[in-house]
């Protein structure tokens, strides 16, 4: 990897001729551009090959290899430059990047299709498994500053790994499958539940209202959890809020990669009633919503939940946990969380807005690695022996790493870290064997990953979480399809919790 | 009211000189227009005052009152000339308006600012108590089939009449009031929750993460409101989307003024991953989000659910129900809701993101005004005599009214129509007498409103509907303003529902 730099230092004053730059231009080579280059790889240092002076404007040409980079030498010399400030009565004003580029960046493989960046990058030109890149001369100093050309080296490095794993399968490992169950209903739940008006669809894409019936059952459900999960695991109920500001997916990397999926959140730029005028006329007069106007008065603020756990975070951000408060076993069930789904909606088994119980549990790697297997038993009890639901559990891809555009299971499988899926038999989509199962919960050892993102430490030395999640409209879903809708091929554990009425009748 | 409308027809064809256009202007007078009159009212129906052809071209001038308005009559003759069609092989291809003017609107009173309207009228010239308004000619001819031109001048009587109830102070009446109570505690109780951790702010403005001991009094009230108001009264628990697309508030009329109080919903245009790739690189590079991006690649699709109860609506929308089914009676806690709080947040007093038992009821009229006496006595009682808490009750404007801009009580309130709000003292804000108190729920009988505007009608007669809302974080801030933070201050019924635990430290 060879960073080739010109850039120009202006300063806020004549600076020709000034001997203290010219000292200083003298001895970078030898320290200021080497200081921290592992020992043995000091010739990959940045050189300083070429400068000059023309009245307010330094002119520098800068290479390097890997270590202390061309862009980093650069902004060393800007503050070595202006510490020079009262000597030479100049200080640095701008910065402006003429030319840079780097060659040979090692991408790992051959791409299989053309790379692009949409920001700060004029060309990329692979030869091989090997790339030159062109950065534009607009980068601003401050993207370079905050390490964007690292960035965006990493970042095409990480485009062209997930090429190779674009279209390819899901990527799974069977672990464990229930006994065959007996199975009582071959139909569609959600349709035959739409045609009982025990839920019904609103004007929303993948959204429901569901009746009492509906209800009850979700309700069983959570007593089932609480009276065999959380309770008896020590687990505590919090509310998690549902609307996360961009902070959070900002530190849980889901602003990486889930913008087509998400539901974004605007409020008002100006509250003032006045601000809003037109709109209310343009109602008033019209019956419609002026929907321009209205995108014109808002800022986007952040998204709608996704995942659930990530906006707990904010209750520990930036704390050191004291170690007797480990570890941190809560769970949350305060509302719905969103996904826009581009592969389309279906029935209450994929849906856009869902209501989901989300276990977490925060503590020392071995307490996470503890309590996950606890979380992960008790689930396959309730769901293999309480509901009596055929499934399997699978090793799959993190969710984390699926949600910031990863397809490859975790690399630190062997320290404990990834997710189990739980998929349950959905009679209606076929045979067993050869149908699609429906994946209805999920458990994880997550690592450091969250801890790290939102700045949380313990006095008890490594932090790590976990968490486990599935949305009653999934679980009720393998229910129904497995048990019908007759009450007396239902097990007792659920059976007697749900009270069954006459929902409203239409004529 | 006086209209004056000069139109030009446009037709597919030379018009000039036929004789069954100039026998149908002829005839319009005697029947076209003023059919519909009241009897004596003839006088005010249109009349057309000139026409003319030319080319492909009919001009007219029609005048009217009140009855049989000059732009009905204009939609009227275009029906009449395309009827002609197969006679003067010509059809109306476009209705450009020329002039259209209404002199002496009356105005019930005289404005005390200017009044506009931000789409198609040019001017309002008040004299008195009467306006006279020119439309501007580019109002489309959609708009006024859609009845526009009467919206707007109702608009505009609407906004003069708001002028008068504008920066007046609130309209209540004071219903009850409870007996003064023991108060053990001065202080703001959501700064004390802050200082325990049993709350903590998020990065968004108004919203909090709520910890295990704070959602135990959560559960505590939920289950007090349970066993005391929905199991005596018959509810069944519903689950209630959260997310309200534009057919919600447009039914319910919140589309008429909500819109800076909203937190809106927008989704991908389009949710094809590479056209996003744009905003996944700005944040992989430069650690922000690309807001003006997503701006342009999103849509409004509606807002996040502010009142609760409207969203329900969908379950019943378009359908008969029938008598048996009715009163149906239900609750919801399914999700936060949410408001734009312009006037700004108050710890746990005013939040942004809150939690609410929306409580609903629908039947006839007896119906609904009998439960909502009955959940108005149940709620007094649970605040009252189980919480121990002071309160007071009002009777106030109806918040479906407030929330459509309305300041005054319902003008139904013999029918037993408008809300009564239940409002606690909190001690840290002063003495009983002077300080302001804080409303935590409200019971309402609205009527017909939400039936009608979700197209809902009953096998027996008039539908109307009623509700109750109030959040759990408005009720709680109450509980520990009066009652503070020592368990041994707390009556029995909530005391032995809350389990108290250490809050997670920090180091």
């Given at each position: 990897m060879l960073f080739e730099l010109e850039a120009v230092l202006e300063f806020s004053n004549d600076v020709s001729g000034k001997k203290e730059i010219e000292e200083l231009m003298e001895s970078v080579n030898k320290e200021l551009f080497k200081r921290g280059a592992p020992k043995g790889k000091e010739e990959e240092a940045s050189k300083l090959k070429e400068w000059s002076t023309e009245g307010n404007k330094l002119k520098v040409r800068i290479t390097s290899g890997r270590y202390v980079r061309a862009p980093d030498a650069l902004l060393r010399l800007r503050s070595q430059l202006n510490l020079l400030g009262g000597k030479i009565k100049a200080g640095v004003r701008r910065v402006e990047i003429r030319?840079?580029?780097?060659?040979?960046?090692?991408?790992?493989r051959e791409p299989s299709e053309e790379v692009r960046v949409a920001f700060y990058v004029d060309r990329i030109d692979v030869k091989g498994d090997k790339a030159d890149i062109k950065f534009s001369p607009s980068i601003p100093i401050d993207v370079i500053e905050a390490g964007g050309v690292d960035r965006i080296i990493e970042l095409i490095i990480e485009k062209v790994e997930r090429q190779a794993y674009e279209g390819k399968e899901e990527v799974k490992r069977l672990l464990w499958e229930s006994k065959e169950k007996e199975v009582f209903f071959d139909k569609d739940p959600s349709a035959e539940l739409e045609k009982m008006n025990w839920i019904r669809r609103t004007h929303s894409k993948g959204q429901f209202v569901y009746g009492r019936n509906?209800?009850?059952?979700?309700?069983?459900?959570?007593?089932?959890?609480?009276?065999?999960?959380?309770?008896?695991?020590?687990?505590?109920?919090?509310l998690f809020p549902k609307f996360?500001?961009?902070?959070?997916?900002?530190?849980?990397?889901?602003?990486?990669?889930?913008?087509?999926?998400?539901?974004?959140?605007?409020?008002?730029?100006?509250?003032?009633?006045?601000?809003?005028?037109?709109?209310?006329?343009?109602?008033?007069?019209?019956?419609?919503?002026?929907?321009?106007?209205?995108?014109?008065?808002?800022?986007?603020?952040?998204i709608l939940s996704y995942a659930q756990c990530p906006p707990f975070w904010q209750f520990l951000e930036g704390k050191v946990v004291r170690e007797e408060s480990l570890p941190i076993k809560i769970y949350d069930w305060s509302g719905p969380t969103y996904r826009n789904e581009a592969g389309g909606t279906q029935g209450i088994a994929r849906v856009e807005e869902f209501h989901r119980a989300e276990t977490l549990f925060i503590g020392s790697p071995a307490q996470v690695r503890e309590i996950a297997k606890k979380v992960e038993d008790r689930l396959t009890f309730i769901l293999d022996k309480l509901?009596?639901?055929?499934?399997?559990?699978?090793?799959?891809v993190p969710w984390w790493m699926a949600q910031e555009g990863e397809k490859k299971m975790s690399d630190k499988e062997d320290e404990g870290i990834g997710t189990v899926d739980f998929e349950a038999y959905l009679p209606y989509k076929g045979e067993r064997k050869r149908s699609e199962w429906l994946e209805i919960q999920n458990v994880s050892v997550i690592g450091e990953k969250y801890p790290k993102a939102f700045s949380v430490k313990s006095t008890g030395g490594e932090l790590w979480s976990g968490c486990a999640g599935g949305s009653f409209e999934r679980w009720i879903c393998a229910f129904l399809s497995q048990k019908g809708f007759e009450k007396k091929n239902w097990p007792d554990e659920i059976g007697r919790r749900v009270k069954l009425e006459e929902e409203v009748k239409f004529a």
């Open positions: 030319r840079l580029e780097v060659k040979e960046v090692e991408l790992g509906f209800t009850s059952i979700v309700n069983a459900v959570k007593e089932i959890l609480v009276e065999h999960l959380y309770k008896p695991l020590g687990f505590r109920e919090m996360e500001p961009w902070d959070v997916p900002k530190r849980s990397g889901h602003a990486k990669s889930i913008y087509p999926d998400a539901y974004y959140v605007m409020v008002p730029k100006v509250s003032n009633p006045k601000e809003w005028e037109e709109a209310m006329d343009y109602f008033r007069i019209t019956g419609e919503i002026h929907k321009e106007g209205i995108m014109k008065k808002v800022e986007p603020v952040g509901l009596e639901l055929e499934i399997k559990k699978y090793s799959v």
